[in-house]
């Protein structure tokens, strides 16, 4: 028997699963009307995703996430492949660090999806064989390093036993105190997060565990990325998510005020609402600083301040993201 599909990776397959009343939407949103069928940064959607796409209130927005369009391939003065400044800041293959006594760790190349709008769009992925020994090897000659990010990539799309041998290594640090994830995959694969959860349900006992999710638009969350938030919350984990600021996303002050209410409501506190990085094929979804600080300052009349993210960009070589 076949295995029921977990994720798209051909365009047309894609849309005919989400039927041909979304194909009506998808006509009609400009910003999909050139879609690009053969993009250079592969088109990839989990089946979940897409399923939040057909229960959405505003599919357009979700479409617009993962959909790749010609627009991707205009070039854009400004925008540029590492425009964070992760390869100078590359310690080891797999280390990043920019910041004072914190490390960042590209686990993994693989993600539940490609957002088109990922700053990491060009950047030359590959997946490290030996993470593990790798990140070992360097917290060893760094033992002022107390917090330390997995990110990538999205760490949870690691098997379980690559994943729980990477949080092995670091655990053989007492000079780590702090690990915290960055991933996607709650709205993306939430299943996916499940088969690491008797690892994750341990985790608090050995280090303060910060979970970061990475959810743009309130439709993306469902009963499934609620069920996940709450078993991480109940095991210790201290629950927040970041968002980027995304033109015909979330450039919306009524959007960004029903993502940050659902958010909390599934446990999760907003952190940081991102201007956009400027990455070469992303300049479509660029949303001024100006509009940024009026969408901040209208949502801020709307939420109690805990809702309200911190507007900030990342500026390569500041030692911290910089408030705008
Ligand atoms: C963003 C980032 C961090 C985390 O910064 P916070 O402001 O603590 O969220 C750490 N390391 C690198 C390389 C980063 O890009
Ligand atoms: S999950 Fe993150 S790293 Fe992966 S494509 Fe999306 S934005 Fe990029």
Redesign the pocket.
């Known amino acids: 028997m076949e295995s029921p599909v977990t994720v798209f990776t051909q365009i047309p397959d894609f849309l005919d699963y989400l039927g041909s009343d979304l194909a009506t939407t998808i006509a009609k949103t400009t910003a999909l009307a050139n879609l690009d069928l053969n993009p250079k940064f592969p088109f990839l959607c989990s089946r979940h995703y897409a399923d939040l796409i057909k229960k959405a209130n505003d599919p357009a927005a979700l479409l617009c996430e993962i959909l790749p369009t010609k627009d991707e391939l205009k070039k854009v003065d400004g925008f540029v492949d590492d425009p964070v400044g992760d390869l100078p800041a590359g310690k080891s293959d797999c280390v990043i660090q920019k910041y004072d006594q914190r490390a960042l760790i590209v686990s993994t190349a693989t993600?539940?999806?490609?957002?088109r709008f990922?700053f990491?769009k060009n950047y030359p992925f590959q997946n490290t064989p030996d993470v593990a020994r790798q990140v070992s090897h360097w917290l060893n000659t760094h033992t002022d390093v107390w917090e330390v990010i997995l990110s990538?990539?999205?760490p949870l799309t690691l098997g379980p036993g690559a994943f729980r041998e990477l949080i092995e290594a670091i655990a053989m640090h007492p000079s780590v105190t702090t690990l915290r994830i960055h991933t996607?995959l709650p709205v993306m694969h939430p299943d996916l997060v499940m088969q690491h959860f008797e690892l994750l349900r341990e985790l608090p006992a050995r280090f303060s565990c910060v979970l970061v999710s990475?959810v743009d638009h309130a439709d993306e969350l469902d009963e499934e990325s609620a069920t996940v938030f709450a078993q991480l919350r109940f095991s210790g984990w201290t629950l927040l998510n970041q968002s980027v600021l995304l033109r015909g996303i979330s450039d919306d002050a009524a959007k960004l005020n029903a993502l940050c209410r659902k958010l909390f409501e599934q446990g999760v506190l907003p952190y940081y609402l991102h201007q956009l990085d400027h990455a070469n094929g992303v300049a479509h979804f660029e949303v001024s600083d100006d509009e940024a600080r009026k969408l901040i300052a209208e949502i801020r009349t709307k939420l109690p301040g805990y809702l309200v993210p911190k507007l900030v960009r990342e500026i390569a070589g500041e030692k911290s993201k910089t408030p705008i």
């Open positions: 993600c539940g999806a490609r957002c990922c990491r990538g990539g999205d996607r990475h």
